[in-house]
């Protein structure tokens, strides 16, 4: 199994800046792609951006198109998101999730909230 723990959530004014991080342990050797999810209160939860474990292919949602960047780090096992020009919309509790090859996002985290306020 992969364990994901996702931290750097908080309040933001509109426009500003945060990172998350998300830190994988366990079985991490047979990750093949990460991505992040958010859930806004009383709505789905829907994709943001998702990133290749080995190639660092990436690939965003429209709504996140060149405000958010997410990246790896092979060595720390980690991957970020880092999100500019931040809006009221993106509040939500963001989740990031792993995914062997061949498989749906089996693992995910615990979630951290972000709240933008406008």
């Known amino acids: 199994q992969v364990q994901l723990v996702e931290s750097g959530g908080g309040l933001v004014q509109a426009g500003g800046s945060l990172r998350l991080s998300c830190a994988a342990s366990?079985?991490?050797?047979?990750?093949?792609?990460m991505g992040w999810f958010r859930q806004a209160p009383g709505k789905e939860r829907e994709f943001v951006a998702r990133?290749?474990?080995?190639?660092?292919?990436?690939y965003y949602a429209d709504s996140v198109k060149g405000r958010f960047t997410i990246s790896r780090d092979n060595a720390k096992n980690t991957v970020y998101l880092q999100m500019n020009n931040l809006k009221a919309e993106d509040t939500a509790v963001y989740y990031c999730?792993?995914?062997?090859?061949?498989?749906?996002?089996?693992?995910w985290g615990q979630g951290t909230q972000v709240t933008v306020s406008s």
């Open positions: 999730a792993s995914r062997d090859r061949g498989t749906q996002y089996d693992y």
């Open positions: 366990g079985r991490t050797f047979s990750i093949y792609n």
């Open positions: 990133i290749g474990w080995s190639n660092g292919s990436t």
